[in-house]
C-alpha cells in the first residue's frame, strides 16, 4: 500500500455510524485509475517455489510457513459449512514480499465451531507504516468476532461492532510514537448458507458466478464521491499527491489503526451478503495483485486452476510478472455441492 508519513494530528471523535455500501452488480471500474502501466521491459526473475512441507490429516491441509521472508509461500486445506445444503469448500492462499523492502501483508484461514456449527473464517490485511497492525488483526480479529455475544443471531451487526472494539483496542495499546501504522482488511465469513464479505480499505472480494467476475466489495478510496463527502463532513480534507490522499498522507480512506487521521480514517466496515449456493469461488486479495489485475483476469486465472493453492501461487506469479511493485498476498476459496 502506497503512503507517506503522517504530519499532522487530529481531535479524536466517535467514527460515523456505519452504511449500507452501493450494490455491487458488475465488473466495472476494477482497475484502480492513476497506477503505472504494467512493467514489461524487464523479466521478472522466477518466483522460488515455497520451502514448506504439507501434512493432510482428515481432510485438511497444514502449511509449514516458510522460513526464507523472500520465498512465496502458500498452503490450503479443505472443510464443510452446513446450512439448509452443505457445502464442501477447499481454499489455498499464497503471500510473496516481491519488491517491497518488508513484507507488511498478514493473512488468516480458520476453521472453527461456534455455538456448535462450523464457521469459516478468511482475511487478508495488508499493512501500512509497517506489519504491526497487520499482525494485531490477524490474532485479533476474528477472535473478537466469533466471540461476539450476538455472532450467530445478527453476524452484521456482530461484525461491526468486532471491527469497532479491535480498531479501540489496537489503539489504546499502541506506541505513542508508532501512531502512523494501519491496515486495511479483506474478510470473508461461511456461516450456513451464506457468505458475509466485510472490507475496510483497498483490499478487495471478487467472486465467480457462471464465469463471470462479481465483486463482494468495493475500494475505499479518498476521491469515492461519499467517501470524500464523509472525511469533509468529519473537518478533514484530501488532496492530490501523487494520488488523492486524506490529508494528503494516507491513499485509502477507510483502515484499522492511523491514530493521526481518525477521525477522518474510520475502520467501520462495508458489508456484503451472498448466498453460496451458485458461487464457483471468491479471491480474497490485497491491492498488491488488483493493482495489475482486474476482477475479469483473476476470474479468468483461477477458472482454469482446479486447485485452490495452485490458483493463488498463479496469481501472484501473473501479479509479479505484470509489475506489482507491492506485496501480494490471495485467498481462493473454491465451493464444491454434495
Not at 22 to 36: A, H, I, Q, Y
Not at 43 to 72: F, G, R, T, Y
Not at 266 to 295: C, H, K, R, T, Y
Request: net charge negative; hydrophobic share 35%.
Amino acid at each position: 500500500m502506497d503512503v507517506k508519513d503522517s504530519t499532522t494530528a487530529t481531535a479524536t471523535a466517535a467514527p460515523p455510524q456505519y452504511r449500507r455500501p452501493p450494490r455491487l452488480t458488475d465488473d466495472s471500474d476494477d482497475v484502480k485509475p492513476g497506477n503505472p502501466p504494467p512493467i514489461t521491459a524487464q523479466k521478472p526473475e522466477p518466483l522460488s517455489e515455497p520451502k514448506h512441507e504439507k501434512e493432510q490429516q482428515h481432510q485438511s491441509a497444514i502449511a509449514v510457513p516458510s522460513k526464507d521472508p523472500d520465498a512465496l509461500d502458500s498452503g490450503g486445506g479443505i472443510s464443510f459449512v452446513s446450512g439448509s445444503k452443505t457445502a464442501r469448500f477447499k481454499y489455498g492462499y499464497a503471500s510473496f514480499k516481491g519488491k517491497r523492502a518488508s513484507m507488511e501483508d498478514y493473512f488468516e484461514t480458520t476453521i472453527s465451531e461456534v455455538d456448535g456449527q462450523t464457521v469459516a473464517f478468511f482475511g487478508v490485511f495488508d499493512g501500512h507504516g509497517g506489519s504491526r497492525t497487520a499482525e494485531y488483526l490477524k490474532n485479533n480479529l476474528f477472535k473478537n468476532l466469533s466471540g461476539h455475544p450476538g455472532f450467530m443471531k445478527d453476524t452484521k451487526t456482530a461484525i461491526v461492532e468486532a471491527f469497532r472494539r479491535t480498531d479501540a483496542d489496537y489503539l489504546s495499546g499502541e506506541n505513542p510514537q508508532q501512531r502512523d501504522a494501519g491496515s486495511t482488511a479483506s474478510t470473508a465469513v461461511m456461516l450456513g448458507d451464506r457468505i458475509l464479505v466485510a472490507n475496510v480499505g483497498d483490499s478487495r472480494v471478487v467472486a465467480s458466478r457462471a464465469g463471470s467476475a462479481i465483486p463482494l466489495s468495493i475500494d475505499h478510496k479518498p476521491d469515492r464521491s461519499d467517501e470524500r463527502e464523509r472525511i469533509e463532513q468529519a473537518g478533514g480534507f484530501i488532496i492530490w499527491a501523487g494520488t488523492w490522499r486524506v490529508g494528503g498522507v494516507l491513499a485509502v480512506s477507510r483502515a484499522f489503526g492511523d491514530k493521526l487521521l481518525k477521525p477522518y480514517v474510520v475502520a467501520e466496515p462495508e458489508i456484503q451478503e451472498e448466498l453460496i449456493e451458485g458461487v464457483e469461488f471468491i479471491i480474497i486479495a490485497s491491492d498488491g495483485l488488483w493493482n495489475v489485475l482486474s476482477n475479469k483476469d483473476a476470474v479468468g486465472i483461477v477458472q482454469e486452476i482446479s486447485d485452490a493453492e495452485a490458483a493463488c501461487r498463479k496469481l501472484v506469479q501473473e501479479s509479479y510478472a505484470r509489475g506489482s511493485s507491492d506485496n501480494i498476498t490471495c485467498i481462493v476459496v473454491r465451493f464444491e455441492d454434495h
